[in-house]
């Protein structure tokens, strides 16, 4: 049996593994990508929780499929907002579309 | 260390492992490769666990569509072959001081707290996650569930509304994008 620390220091190294890529990419496509790591890392722990702490709920389970289903939209909406960036940029650099900062 | 604990372990290098190549490949198509691979691998530990739903569900939604669509818009932006430039040293740096704060701060917290497993054992029969998303009294989930599917449709409209082409109608519009201001 492996204790759930252990599970939850997987979960916290996958999680700044994401916060690593969000700070070092410029990428749109990447950020969107270190995102995606982070919001896993989320799910692992409320599905951990869920299972060995209090097994008589689903609220973790749950939790997790509500998570994988806005992700999934999040994902799909900052695609077309990548594309039609690129269309009137042509470019995906975040620091290439700085219009709205000054 | 019995066969679970070993296999437990070498899943969750797998995952680290490939999420990091992930973050750190200069070819964006690798590094979404790379993604896809950490995502089977944190499939596999929800195998592991014995949630073969939610395992499903990350290999259908995941695997299957998110890492597609990601696959899909780095071809329509051209530039699967190129390099990406390397962040600076100095944004390095400071990242990586961040996030070898936050991992030790995360770390130092859950290890001070003893998580005591419960004795009951998870039951984990799908239909009990179906009764539950259909059920309307206290602690069901009927509501958060039609409200993810307004979600999914608003998701929908929107993504066709701001990826469309103009076909001249916005006239105004169609100049501005198509004379990029770079």
Not at chain 1, 38 to 58: A, E, H, R, T
Not at chain 2, 125 to 145: C, H, K, N, Q, W
């Amino acid at each position: 049996m492996v204790p759930v620390s252990h599970m939850l220091f997987f979960s916290t190294a996958l999680f700044f593994i994401g916060v690593y890529g969000l700070l070092t990419r410029r990428n749109m496509i990447a950020l969107l990508m270190s995102i995606e790591l982070m919001l896993n890392s989320v799910n692992i722990n409320f599905v951990v929780f869920n299972k060995y702490l209090w097994p008589g709920q689903l609220d973790g389970v749950f939790f997790s499929i509500f998570i994988i289903a806005i992700a999934a939209a999040e994902a799909a909406v900052a695609i077309a907002i990548v594309i039609n960036l690129y269309r009137s940029h042509l470019s995906v650099d975040v620091d290439d579309a700085a219009e709205l900062k000054y | 260390m019995t066969l679970a604990q070993i296999v437990f372990y070498l899943l969750a290098t797998f995952t680290l492992v490939m999420a990091w190549l992930s973050v750190s490949a200069r070819q964006l198509f690798r590094s979404a490769i790379w993604l896809l691979f950490a995502l089977v691998g944190v499939a596999g530990i929800y195998f592991w666990m014995e949630m073969e739903f939610i395992a499903a569900v990350q290999i259908v939604v995941y695997v299957g569509g998110v890492v597609v669509l990601i696959i899909f818009s780095i071809f329509l932006t051209n530039q699967s072959g190129d390099d990406m430039p390397l962040a600076g040293m100095r944004r390095r740096i400071a990242a990586a001081l961040a996030v070898l704060f936050g991992i030790g701060f995360t770390a130092l917290l859950v290890a001070g707290h003893s998580f005591t497993a419960s004795p009951e054992k998870f039951d984990n029969e799908v239909s009990r996650i179906g009764y539950a998303m259909l059920d309307t009294g206290v602690g069901g989930y009927a509501l958060p569930f039609e409200a993810v599917s307004l979600l999914l449709l608003a998701a929908m409209v929107g993504c066709i509304v701001i990826a469309i082409k103009d076909d001249g109608r916005g006239k105004a519009n169609k100049e501005t994008s198509a004379t990029p201001e770079k």
